[in-house]
């Protein structure tokens, strides 16, 4: 296991690790991306115990491994992410996410009624869970510490309760994450948040990012590692920064306002809309666009040219 974590914090541009098949063709595509991105400009990788199966954190750490054994890295020299809460499987024990609950989770006491669900996807706050999730990302990454971990997209559970429910289940959890930062497990903790930012009129997945700080700071004893938060933000969902979703000190603020009054680092996902913002707009002007309305940006890529394509971008500005 590497020991050590990043120096610095996230970079501009991220490297997303989402989206593509489970084959071997696609691993080795993204270690090639991994690899080159890290090397050049890109230090920070955005993944997830979930994505491709586990396969995309097996493949990160199969990439950095190689990288620290060359000489090429340092431990130091970048940052990992990772996000638990959804339910999740292992391809490569052809363990699907509903096999995996059977197999590995329900014997340490998780079973379905621990899940809220929505469209197929389901969502805890168990702390349990988390712990387990923690510990597998730690394995396939191969490193002792990683230095932001993501509750994924807490919006499910919130649907699926009480307000005031959902503030503790979250106060709860909070005190999990400050106790593998005293562990030395995690560096900070943060929100993958989604439908916040892409329905924000909907008060099914409301909740208040000023209470969720409070919690924090009562679950650190007067400090907190909560410190970023990822929100989609494109040309096709501008939302984050125009909708006033949020209330600071009560006054309406956007959740892009709402994460700045708070100290929360942000961090724009799918900047290209999946590609539907291709459409009509260029790489460049998406790319751009995604900068002005957050910290750092995810952009997901298998392709050492797209790569240099978005680095050529920001070097030329010098973001």
């Known amino acids: 296991m590497i020991k050590g ?16 098949d489970f084959t071997d063709e696609v691993s080795e595509s993204y270690r090639d991306a991994i690899a080159f991105a ?7 990788i955005d993944g997830a115990i979930n994505y491709r199966g586990m396969r995309s954190e097996k493949d990160e750490g199969t990439a950095v491994q190689e990288l620290i054994s060359s000489g090429k890295l340092r431990r130091e020299d970048f940052c990992i992410t990772s996000k638990a809460g959804l339910l999740f499987g292992d391809i490569t024990e052809r363990t699907n996410p509903r096999m995996y609950l059977e197999k590995h989770l329900k014997p340490c006491g998780i079973t379905e009624d621990d899940f809220c669900e929505y469209d197929g996807l389901f969502q805890t706050l168990n702390p349990v869970f988390f712990e387990i999730a923690l510990e597998k990302s730690l394995q396939n990454l191969g490193l002792e510490t990683i230095d932001v971990h993501y509750i994924h997209i807490p919006e499910i559970t919130r649907a699926g309760t009480d307000l005031a429910t959902f503030y503790d289940r979250m106060e709860n959890l909070f005190r999990w994450y400050e106790s593998k930062v005293a562990e030395g497990r995690i560096r900070y903790y943060g929100l993958a948040l989604e439908f916040m930012g892409t329905e924000p009129e909907k008060e099914k997945w409301h909740f ?20 970023y938060v990822i929100y989609e933000y494109n040309k096709l969902c501008p939302y984050p920064v125009t909708v006033a979703s949020q209330r600071v000190g009560g006054e309406p603020v956007t959740l892009a306002e709402a994460c700045r009054r708070l100290n929360f680092e942000t961090v724009a996902s799918m900047p290209f809309a999946m590609g539907n913002a291709l459409k009509q707009y260029s790489v460049r002007e998406l790319l751009e666009f995604a900068l002005g309305g957050a910290d750092h940006v995810i952009v997901g890529s298998k392709s050492k040219e797209h790569i240099r394509e978005l680095l050529a971008y920001v070097n030329e500005k010098q973001i």
């Not at 974590?5 to 593509?20: E, K, V």
């Not at 890290?38 to 920070?44: A, H, K, V």
């Open 208 to 227: 208040e990012l000023e209470e969720l700080k409070k919690r924090a700071l009562k679950a650190g004893n007067g400090g907190s590692h909560l410190k």
């Open 38 to 44: 890290l090397q050049n400009g890109i230090s920070s």
């Open 5 to 20: 974590y990043s120096r610095d914090g996230f970079s501009r541009l991220m490297l997303g690790t989402h989206l593509g």
